[in-house]
């Protein structure tokens, strides 16, 4: 099974063969490397551009206006934020201009933590994109979702911002991407580069097929019917395998929403799940004031507050400037598996 890198991959050479993409760039994007976590690897339209974010973004756009459909990359999201200003001129293009400028554009990044890469390699980027509207924002947390968002992201006539969970990027992944050869071992010999001299490398791609999601459509991870879990990113296989180890454990039946999307979102699938259970956590990494999930948590009790057992609980980052390089301040600022357990114990076991 192939990883989320080798998913995000083989997606772009999809969108290479097949949907108009011609130009994917970004530090370190183009060969030899590929990127940083070698998204990029072997695609025959990838190219280095200066280190220079604000550049990335500004000729993405420019790329976009003129009728190209660009992938640009941000090698990683805590380099985004001197960009912002132009990801709003972005979003706003379509909205402002009537509906005459699309801007069918795709800026990926690695988001969260969970490398110990501290105050400049960790920071989370979700809420502050849920305020560019305009611009669709999208978090997968399997690699087969990330091939098929890549899919609808580069489709799509709109800006989309493609957060890539940074821990995720080399877990293999439990489906098959349609045409994906069903032995890794063959996988990694087509389409990853061997260490050392790649100069004469070039990628074998197996012949992938259309798979797309659309965006704006979450899953249901795990069914259930004592607690809902909303989650994303980084943060949903965590929350999936508490839910199984409950189950298996008879002390609750917890069912896992993952949200792949969060601009739009699909307020329809989380309020049928908290309405069947009446409880709900909303879980993910970002620091806890201004968080995406406490306008979710908002929307719920205005409009599902007669449906509630108990009240809803968030999860998520500390307040904190950045993450602390040493293990132990990661774990303490950012949610851990011992901390959706206590966190769903408590809501289980809250009489109604």
């Known amino acids: 099974m192939a990883n989320m890198v080798q998913a995000i991959r083989l997606a772009l050479h999809y969108g290479e063969e097949n949907l108009g993409v011609k130009e994917i760039f970004g530090e370190d994007v183009g060969p030899p490397l590929g990127g940083v976590f070698t998204a990029t690897q072997g695609l025959r339209t990838a190219w280095n551009s ?3 974010e604000r550049g990335i973004v500004g000729a993405a756009m420019g790329l976009a206006w003129a009728g190209f459909r660009p ?8 380099y985004i934020f001197n960009v912002i200003d132009l990801l709003k001129l972005a979003a706003n293009a379509t909205w402002t201009s009537g509906g005459r400028y699309k801007t069918p554009m795709v800026v990926m990044t690695p988001t969260g933590s969970g490398i110990h890469g501290s105050i400049y390699h960790s920071h989370s980027f979700d809420s502050i994109a849920t305020k560019l509207h305009g611009m669709k924002v999208v978090c997968p947390s399997t690699p087969l979702d990330a091939y098929g968002l890549m899919i609808s992201a ?12 940074k821990a995720l990027l080399r877990v293999k992944g439990e489906e098959l991407i349609p045409g994906e050869p069903s032995d890794e071992k063959e996988l990694r010999s087509m389409i990853d580069a061997p260490i050392g001299d790649r100069s004469q490398w070039k990628p074998r ?3 992938v097929k259309e798979y797309a999601i659309p965006i704006g459509q979450g899953k249901i991870s795990k069914p259930g019917a004592d607690a809902t879990v909303v989650t994303h990113g980084r943060l949903a296989p965590v929350a999936l395998e508490v839910a199984k180890a409950f189950a298996a454990a008879g002390t609750g039946d917890v069912e896992v929403v993952d949200m792949r999307s969060l601009v739009p979102y699909d307020w329809e699938l989380i309020k049928s799940s908290i309405k069947k259970t009446g409880r709900v956590l909303f879980l993910n990494e970002e620091t ?3 968080n995406f999930g406490e306008h979710l948590f908002r929307r ?3 409009e599902l507050f007669y449906d509630l057992k108990v009240r809803p609980r968030l999860l998520c980052g500390k307040a904190t400037p950045g993450i602390g390089l040493s293990p132990v301040l990661e774990y303490a600022i950012v949610p851990q598996k011992t901390d959706v357990e206590r966190a769903l114990r408590e809501l289980l076991d809250e009489p109604a």
């Open 50 to 52: 200066p280190l220079d």
């Open 71 to 78: 992938v640009a990359e941000i090698q990683f999201v805590d």
């Open 154 to 165: 580069i489709k799509d006539d709109n800006p989309v911002l493609f957060l890539k969970p």
């Open 205 to 207: 791609w197996p012949d």
């Open 288 to 290: 806890e004031i201004t």
């Open 300 to 302: 719920t009790v205005d």
